[in-house]
């Protein structure tokens, strides 16, 4: 099956010195990206942040303003766009509302004058697990289904890149989680590189290899995506990709392979290989789920980091978790996330706590940084220009 459906013999998808100007703006600013052969990548951001637009320049359908786009030791920076080894699946299909499922997906083959389409159809149909749809017609199909035909119909064609515009945002919740597990099975299987462009933080986090984070035209990190989770570089990161609970606080030196710093009169350790500036004012970085409520005043345990003097806030039950937010006595207030296993009872609103974690959880980003960078529920509450930095 592999051997019918994988893609040509090709090479890695190559971005330099890519910059994309339309009049004054600057939509993509000299990207520098290189995507492995085979490799499941994801380009991840907010809207206006330049992952569109990159994706439409290896497609063809923008032209850079500069630099070069290649795919092994082919340019395609000039190439109309069906000179291109590339193919895009978009969010609305596109399908043909008035051909079956089975000459939707043969159209491209037939273009290119190929006369015996039936075992490829049939095959690429097999693995989208549509083989007995080969008759109906798109409207008789589901949305997660319409986009299985429309990833059949790009991938017979034998790209060396599909690209993937947002393809699950038109699905309800629980399909989109569903189809994201059948794009991988299917990336997985094929062996195509897969280059994916989406908003949605789980998305890419579920399906992808390599995860860049775009922001303003630039690539602000990219890596594994527990990597990346793990161990942002920037506060943009840290709150795009997740939550994350952001501290000020200043350095006080090193301890062994720790940075210790002062919050707000308590000592916290961070590793030095998780630590971006090991001088100066920092944010004391801690993602919610790793924090554990203690009694305030009670046990400690041995090495780990403490924050005592919280008071609980506001208590919320999402079923799979109970979501905490802690006053503290500098009067910010910092999320807990606690799994709900039945090991013990929920902390009430009003109780005093102290807020726990592990040292090697902890990560130290740049103080010169906005706190609230790529977080999109703080910026629709206070407005774009609001601004601001945690306390």
Same mark, same amino acid.
């Given at each position: ?18 910059? #994309?100007?339309?009049?004054?703006? *600057?939509?993509?600013? @000299? ?44 340019? /395609? ?16 299909? +596109?399908?043909?509302?008035?051909? @079956? ?33 080969? #008759? ?19 991938? /017979?064609? =034998? ?12 699905? @309800? ?12 099975? /299917? ?18 986090? *579920?399906? +992808?290899?390599? /995860? ?35 501290? =000020? ?46 009694? @305030? ?86 407005? +774009? ?7």
């Amino acid at each position: 099956m592999g051997e019918t459906t994988g893609a040509a013999t090709g090479a890695d998808l190559r971005l330099t010195s890519v910059t #994309k100007r339309f009049g004054d703006f *600057t939509a993509v600013d @000299d990207l520098d990206l290189v995507v492995p052969q085979g490799q499941f990548f994801a380009l991840l951001g907010p809207s206006g942040c330049g992952k569109t637009t990159t994706l439409r320049m290896v497609a063809g359908l923008e032209e850079p303003t500069s630099g070069s786009i290649t795919i092994g030791e082919q340019d /395609i920076t000039r190439l109309k766009p069906y000179r291109r080894p590339v193919n895009t699946v978009f969010q609305s299909y +596109a399908l043909f509302p008035h051909l @079956d499922i089975f000459e939707n997906v043969a159209f491209g083959l037939r273009r290119r004058g190929v006369k015996d389409v039936k075992q490829q159809v049939g095959e690429m149909l097999e693995l989208v697990e549509l083989g007995s749809f080969a #008759k109906r017609r798109p409207r008789q199909l589901s949305g997660g289904q319409q986009q299985r035909v429309a990833l059949a119909r790009a991938l /017979i064609n =034998r790209p060396q890149v599909l690209l993937l515009d947002e393809p699950l945002g038109a699905l @309800d919740l629980k399909l989109r989680r569903q189809m994201q597990i059948e794009l991988k099975r /299917i990336q997985t299987e094929v062996r195509t590189t897969f280059v994916h462009v989406t908003h949605d933080q789980e998305e890419a986090m *579920t399906m +992808a290899d390599t /995860i860049a984070v775009m922001h303003d035209g630039v690539i602000e990190q990219m890596g594994a995506p527990a990597e990346l989770y793990d161990q942002p570089a920037t506060t943009f990161v840290s709150n795009f990709l997740g939550q994350s609970n952001l501290v =000020r606080a200043e350095v006080v030196g090193p301890s062994g392979e720790d940075v210790v710093v002062d919050v707000h009169g308590t000592k916290v350790g961070a590793p030095v290989a998780r630590a971006r500036r090991t001088t100066g004012t920092v944010w004391v970085g801690v993602r919610p789920e790793k924090v554990v409520l203690l009694p @305030d005043g009670g046990a400690r345990e041995e090495g780990a980091n403490h924050l005592d003097g919280g008071v609980v806030v506001d208590v919320s039950y999402t079923g799979v978790s109970t979501q905490y937010l802690v006053r503290m006595p500098w009067g910010q207030e910092l999320a807990v996330f606690e799994q709900n296993s039945g090991a013990g009872g929920r902390v009430q609103r009003g109780e005093r706590v102290c807020l726990s974690w592990r040292a090697e959880h902890t990560f130290l980003l740049d103080a010169d940084e906005d706190a609230h960078a790529g977080d999109e529920s703080y910026a629709a509450l206070v407005g +774009a220009d609001g601004g601001g930095a945690a306390g």
